[in-house]
């Protein structure tokens, strides 16, 4: 259901109050969103915001060992330059999950969220009861930095542009390119050389040397492990042998595009020949058995056991699998040449471009000065500073100006401190940022190589792109998303160990349509091509 809401100014300044108008969620009417931001002295260029001290209230969510913001380096700072002082009212996601519902529905709204911690579907519920108002008509009028990165990236305004063409929250960016390809596949190399293997290549020379480390036992205990993963894990899974093994990129979701065309892969014949395949590995004692049962702790575990007893794994890193001190142990394998020689990466849908930063609720007296705090966040040294903390603790300009980190103090870890100093929020560390005013981390930097030169040249699918789903489509495809996310599992586990998948696939695939998954995937299909027009 598209709802009409225009938001625009009236031009006028009457008793000191900005006036906006903008259609009632579901009405037919218009609700009048009165702005007093000139009673404190409104600027409507340059800092500070306002010659009178404005105080406002955020709630949201915050990192679980951060502190309370205003304690914040870098939030003092943005309170000195503004003259606006928040009341933050964020508090751990965990618990921001069970109250948030509490304080949508009541009628003590903050005047916004900050990190909101706002489902896409809270999104489009909220934005049409009018609870979240429209705000690309304050965009426009309050937030420079916002609007030229908005007409210079046209996709990003996609991203943000939710199914009635309103934006009702505000970007965070992160562009290092390192989500695309989180699965990587890591072996022991001193077992390779100790059995005078070399690394492997292609799918057949990683399934025999898989099976030279069981039939010879590497690792001298009598329980290697040649191959351990989790199904369904973010970076945990084995996407890049199923498209080795079947030609067909897979991910987490299941959901890949190919040449514009939305894709549910358990349904296709080379995910069924992956499937069948794996199955015979399994047979061979090469699959971990705890693979598909098996929780984080548990899996990082077996990497970190008293006596190394694994072969071969995929996760985002390999120092996390195993520890620093067995690290130089392992490689990552290159992406494996496999059905007719060819060699695909998987690609992901995790995104790099997040909806949710930021959001304005009609409680809000002062959302013209409201949109220009949030807009100083997207000034490049502001974002740098909201993402890794302030300029002379976190970070400092090395002799071209370009922001660097500085070391975290021994003991403590660049993730812990980040935490503790970063505020996060709406920002914007682009690619091109990336280049000209904050270096990535070292270890991004790293993995940026990493990605560039093992993975990317050898993509076989684009991933899903962040596009917003109307309410009716959320509300369309929940159910089945559900439905077929535990069939797919379910079977997947039980083909690979105990086999059956030759008799069983036309009755599976044949469930996947009374659930539903053609609807579902014509619905992604209807807002992909939506986010393509809008882009």
């Avoid at 906006?20 to 000139?38: L, M, Q, Y």
Wanted: glycine share 8%.
């Amino acid at each position: 259901m598209a709802f009409s809401r225009k938001l625009a100014a009236l031009g006028a300044v009457l008793a000191g109050t900005l006036m906006f108008t903008a259609c009632a969620g579901g009405g037919s009417g218009t609700t009048e969103i009165k702005d007093a931001s000139a009673d404190f002295g409104f600027q409507e260029t340059g800092l500070p915001i306002v010659s009178k001290q404005l105080d406002l209230t955020f709630s949201g969510t915050k990192a679980a060992l951060a502190p309370d913001y205003n304690t914040m380096t870098v939030v003092k700072e943005w309170e000195k330059a503004t003259n606006v002082h928040i009341n933050w009212e964020n508090l751990p996601e965990t618990v921001f999950q069970e109250k948030k519902n509490l304080i949508l529905a009541s009628g003590d709204l903050p005047d916004a969220f900050f990190n909101t911690g706002l489902t896409d579907a809270e999104i489009a519920t909220y934005s049409a009861s009018g609870t979240l108002i429209p705000l690309e008509g304050l965009i426009e009028k309050n937030a420079p930095n916002l609007s030229k990165l908005l007409s210079d990236r046209p996709e990003i305004k996609a991203a943000i542009t939710s199914s009635d063409g309103h934006i009702y929250s505000l970007p965070s960016i992160e562009e290092l390119g390192l989500v695309q390809f989180p699965n990587e596949l890591a072996i022991n190399t001193s077992w390779l050389k100790k059995l005078n293997i070399p690394m492997p290549k292609t799918v057949d020379e990683f399934h025999d040397a898989l099976l030279a480390f069981k039939t010879r036992d590497a690792s001298g205990t009598g329980k290697t492990i040649p191959l351990s993963f989790m199904p369904g894990s973010w970076c945990g899974d084995i996407v890049d042998l199923i498209a080795a093994l079947g030609g067909v990129p897979d991910n987490m979701d299941h959901r890949i595009v190919q040449d514009d065309k939305v894709i549910f892969t358990p349904t296709q014949d080379g995910y069924k020949k992956a499937i069948q395949t794996l199955h015979e590995w399994y047979q061979e004692g090469l699959i971990d058995p705890e693979s598909f049962s098996q929780d984080d702790k548990a899996y990082l575990a077996k990497g970190k056991a008293a006596t190394e007893n694994l072969g071969s794994f995929v996760w985002w890193e390999i120092p996390e699998m195993v520890g620093a001190n067995r690290a130089s142990n392992y490689a990552l394998v290159p992406v494996l040449e496999g059905v007719n020689g060819k060699r695909i990466a998987s690609q992901s849908n995790n995104q790099e471009i997040a909806r949710g930063a930021f959001a304005i609720t009609r409680n809000n007296k002062y959302p013209a000065a409201t949109m220009r705090w949030a807009d100083n966040l997207y000034d490049p040294i502001q974002s740098a500073q909201a993402n890794w903390g302030p300029i002379g603790e976190t970070l400092q300009k090395d002799a071209t100006g370009l922001l660097t980190q500085i070391p975290a103090p021994a003991g403590t870890s660049e993730g812990e401190r980040r935490q503790k100093v970063a505020p996060g929020g709406p920002k914007a560390n682009t690619a091109e940022n990336f280049t000209t005013v904050v270096a990535p981390e070292p270890r991004a930097a790293e993995r940026q190589k990493t990605v560039n030169e093992l993975y990317k040249p050898f993509a076989g699918n684009d991933g899903y792109p962040p596009v917003a789903l109307s309410n009716e489509e959320l509300q369309q495809i929940s159910t089945i998303q559900t439905d077929t996310t535990s069939l797919v599992k379910q079977n997947m586990a039980k083909w690979i160990v105990s086999g059956g998948i030759e008799k069983e696939w036309d009755g599976y695939v044949s469930q996947l349509q009374n659930v539903g998954v053609d609807k579902m995937i014509e619905v992604y299909q209807q807002a992909y091509d939506r986010y393509k027009n809008n882009s």
